[in-house]
């Protein structure tokens, strides 16, 4: 399989799986509370990032996408600095805030481009729905941004498939293509199977970028009932509890049983069940140098349509 792709009908070309970068960057203040940094915990300081970002690049992986709310904006600070000079694809998201208006958009991209230390970028996502923004409305700001030459493509995240087509409806109207919704999809949680999200993907030409495709770093296989992981959120949310990681253990022991036949881990082999969809690209965290070059492992080989039904079929409760 190609191992660039353009995102959605964007012009962007994009590599098929990106690495996430929200827990990078040195929070100060509050931000060291954000679930940016509080959910697993932060990533492994200023040099692993630096080794997570160059040995990406190196493997052929060079899309980072960062927010300008993780960390109040420390994530973008870092992954500008360590990207500085280099051909990267960046994708942020606004806004940096809860209580923002669509017209604040053209500031808030400002302040990412200072912080990223860029002129533009590749992809500018909205984070989430929010009642206090007008999706259509937010679809001109994001079009005036395109149309500047500050942003190549524009995407969405967290959005339901009818909030995906009310959006892709706006900006059709104004002749730019949505290119991506960024949800949450791994094989611990196929919601976008069954929600319509990924049906709406296909219909309109849409990437779904995998968000925590490793459910948390539940499918690298490290954790178990007797291994739980750290990080605030994975010691409250019931997903990582004893009962659940328990659940997932015959999973874990399928992945490994493909794994075998290529030298791959559950991690890689859970994200090219990913990438073997050619609508979605995931973007896993990596909080130091070898997790990234681990997950970018993943680009290297091909599972079998067989396979492929295998997990389906091992994973159909997490289909829901
Ligand atoms: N749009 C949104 O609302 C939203 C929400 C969440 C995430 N995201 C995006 O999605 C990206 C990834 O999601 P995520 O960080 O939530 O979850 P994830 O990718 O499923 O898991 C990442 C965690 O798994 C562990 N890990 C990753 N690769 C590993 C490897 N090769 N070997 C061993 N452990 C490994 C690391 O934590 P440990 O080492 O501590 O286990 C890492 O922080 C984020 O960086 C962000 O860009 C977006």
Known sequence: MEHHTFLGKSTLCVPRMGVGAMTWGDAKGLARLHPAK???????GFDEEKRALELSIAAGVNLF?????????????????LARGKAVVIATKFPGGFSMKEEDLPKQLEASLKRLGRASIELYQHHYPMRNISIPKLMEQLANVVEAG??????????????????HAALAKLGIPLASNQVEYSLLNRAPEVNGVLDACRELGITLIAQTPLAGGKLTGKYSAQNRPGGFFRRILPQYNRKALEEMQPVIQLL???????????????????IENPLVLPIPGAKNGKQAVDNAQALTFSLTAEQVEMLN????????
């Not at 490994?256 to 990913?274: C, D, F, H, M, N």
């Open 38 to 44: 509080t959910a697993y915990g932060g990533a492994h």
């Open 65 to 81: 996408d960062t927010a300008a709310m993780y960390s109040n904006g420390a994530a973008e600070l870092r992954l500008g600095e």
């Open 150 to 167: 500050k942003v190549k493509a524009v995407g969405v995240s967290n959005y339901s498939a009818e909030q995906m087509r009310e959006a």
């Open 256 to 274: 490994r049983e493909i794994g075998e036949r290529y030298s791959k881990t559950p991690s890689q082999v859970a994200l090219r069940w990913l």
């Open 313 to 320: 079929q091992a994973t159909m409760r997490w289909r829901v």
